[in-house]
Each structure stands twice: as C-alpha cells, then as structure tokens.
C-alpha cells in the first residue's frame, strides 16, 4: 500500500486516460493519490478530482513561478478552498529563483568581464529580480499565515533559493510542519529540515545513476521523515525516463528506496505510508 503524496492530475497530460491512469495506480498499490494545486484554478481542479474520485485527496495553493499571474486577493479565495474537507495541506508554496529575468531575458545578464563594468539594461534587470521575488515572498508568507491559522501542513517547492526559504519558514517552527518536495538536496540540508520538524519527499530521481548524493541522502534519512511522490506528469523514474510519468510509478520510487535502505519493498509501503498519513491527516484504510 503506497500513496503518491505529489501529483498533478488535473494537467492537460492526463485529459485523456485519467481514469485509466487512476486504476493502474491501484493495481500498483498505489492507493492513494494527492492532487497538488499550483493556481487558484489548478486548486479548484484538484478538488474537482477529489470530489469525484474517493482515493484522491487535494492541496491547494499558489506556487512562486504563478505568483504574478495571480491577484492580490488570491489568498482569500485560497482561505475559501483551504476549508474543504478533502484538503490535505497547503502549497505547494515557496521561492523559486531559477528562471529570474537577469537570467533569461537578455544576453547581457551575464556577468562583465570587467570588474565593475555596468551592462546596458542590468540595473532594469536587477529591479525585475528584486520584484519578482518580493511577489514570490509576499504569497509564500500569505499561505504560511493562512496554513498557521487554519492549522495546515504545507508542501514547499523550493529551487535554487535554500537559504532564504528556510529563513521565512524558520519563524513559524512548533506552528506548522513542511514537506520539502522533490527534495535532491544533501543529508546535512534534509537534516536541517528534520531537526526543525519538516519533512522531506523523494521522487523519480532517485532512480537516476548520477544522484549519488541523493542516494546517501535516502540511505542515512531517518525512518518516518521522509515520503513518496512521482511530480507526475514529470521526472518519470528509470525506466521510463522521457516518458509521461504516472501516480502507477510510486511503487518503482520504492523498490528504488528500498534497495537503497537494505529493505523490503513492504517495509518502505508501511513506512512512508504511514508518514504520510500522520502529515497529511489521511484517514487510514
């Protein structure tokens, strides 16, 4: 018995075999499925999925790379769908810096060759860094508040911005706990994350020949700290790496685990399971 804890159903990708894509889960023993919201209107696809299938469950949120597509009253629209009886978390939520206009707008975001030299247009890129992160922060901030009130877990997407996603969370330590998905940092960060009392969740990746790190991170890991997910429709693991990734793939995420951590398949299910129940407040089967 396994549970996808991260996907993303309501995507275009599944419109046409979703209910196929859902029994092949449960003939994997992936029993249950958690829909993750990233918009306003992915959110409400999530629950739209949650209402009509019994195994899915939903989180709704705004992710940082949607955060300036969204107005400034989505968090109470947010708070409304937060309230439904099959939301599981909030999120995913957090800080994303990988795709900043310095780093894709022009070719001269590139740093000088000269110490000190200005390029044409780097004090506009500069200024379009700076707002685009203090939107991202803004709506991190707004759904860690509203998690804290409504007395919601949250999963965090986090890329190429550790230090100041951790110190926006830091304050809220003892109010709510976090999931880090798709982590593929080291063990010194996922440890960083335990001692405060977050999780973290393993995808696809770790199937990966060239994750070493990762697979030390997985095999040292403390038991019940960590969780499954597939990201689907993404990071299929090995060996349907290119391919459209499904919830089904979770049980090859564990055999991968398991072999990592000297286990059974059936001791991973029965572990990560029941992490997850604890965290997302799942009712058991």
Same mark, same amino acid.
């Given at each position: %018995? *396994?549970?996808?804890?991260?996907?993303?159903? /309501?995507?275009?990708?599944?419109?046409?075999?979703?209910?196929?894509?859902?029994?092949?889960?449960?003939?994997?023993?992936?029993?249950?499925?958690?829909? =993750?919201?990233?918009?306003?209107?992915?959110? @409400?696809?999530? *629950?739209?999925?949650? /209402?009509?299938?019994?195994?899915?469950?939903?989180?709704?949120?705004?992710?940082? !790379?949607?955060?300036?597509?969204?107005?400034?009253?989505? =968090?109470?629209?947010?708070?409304?769908?937060?309230?439904?009886?099959?939301?599981?978390?909030?999120?995913?939520?957090?800080?994303?810096?990988?795709?900043?206009?310095?780093?894709?707008?022009?070719?001269?975001?590139?740093?000088?060759?000269?110490?000190?030299? &200005?390029?044409? +247009?780097?004090?506009?890129?500069?200024? $379009?860094?700076?707002?685009?992160?203090?939107?991202?922060?803004?709506?991190?901030?707004?759904?860690?508040?509203?998690?804290?009130?409504?007395?919601?877990?949250?999963?965090?997407?986090?890329?190429?911005?550790?230090?100041?996603?951790?110190?926006?969370?830091?304050?809220? &330590? +003892?109010?709510?706990?976090?999931?880090?998905?798709?982590?593929?940092?080291?063990?010194?960060?996922?440890?960083?994350?335990?001692? %405060? +009392?977050?999780?973290?969740? #393993? &995808? +696809?990746?770790?199937? #990966?020949?060239?994750?070493?790190?990762?697979? !030390?991170?997985?095999?040292?890991?403390? &038991?019940?700290?960590?969780?499954?997910?597939? /990201?689907?429709?993404?990071?299929?693991?090995?060996?349907? @790496?290119?391919?459209?990734?499904?919830?089904?793939?979770? @049980?090859?995420?564990?055999?991968?685990?398991?072999?990592?951590?000297?286990?059974? *398949?059936?001791?991973?299910? @029965?572990?990560?399971?029941? $992490? $997850?129940?604890?965290?997302?407040?799942?009712?058991?089967?």
């Amino acid at each position: %018995m *396994l549970i996808d804890t991260h996907s993303h159903l /309501d995507f275009p990708d599944f419109e046409a075999d979703r209910p196929e894509i859902i029994q092949r889960a449960l003939e994997a023993g992936v029993t249950r499925l958690i829909s =993750i919201g990233t918009t306003l209107r992915t959110s @409400r696809a999530a *629950l739209d999925l949650a /209402d009509t299938y019994p195994q899915v469950f939903a989180t709704v949120g705004i992710h940082p !790379s949607e955060a300036r597509q969204e107005s400034n009253s989505a =968090i109470e629209e947010l708070s409304q769908l937060a309230r439904h009886p099959k939301v599981v978390a909030l999120g995913e939520c957090g800080l994303d810096y990988h795709r900043l206009p310095s780093q894709s707008s022009a070719p001269f975001a590139s740093s000088s060759s000269f110490t000190g030299t &200005t390029h044409p +247009g780097s004090e506009e890129l500069f200024l $379009a860094d700076a707002e685009e992160k203090n939107c991202q922060a803004i709506f991190f901030q707004q759904q860690l508040d509203l998690a804290a009130q409504l007395r919601l877990n949250v999963v965090i997407h986090q890329r190429d911005s550790w230090e100041d996603t951790i110190s926006t969370l830091r304050p809220y &330590t +003892g109010r709510i706990q976090a999931v880090f998905h798709c982590f593929s940092g080291t063990l010194s960060q996922a440890e960083e994350l335990i001692h %405060m +009392g977050h999780s973290v969740s #393993f &995808t +696809g990746i770790v199937t #990966f020949k060239n994750a070493k790190e990762l697979h !030390s991170c997985v095999q040292k890991i403390p &038991t019940g700290s960590f969780f499954l997910e597939t /990201d689907c429709p993404y990071l299929s693991p090995e060996p349907h @790496r290119g391919k459209r990734c499904e919830p089904a793939f979770t @049980r090859t995420i564990a055999e991968k685990v398991a072999s990592l951590r000297g286990q059974s *398949l059936k001791e991973i299910a @029965r572990e990560t399971t029941s $992490a $997850a129940e604890k965290f997302f407040r799942l009712p058991p089967l």
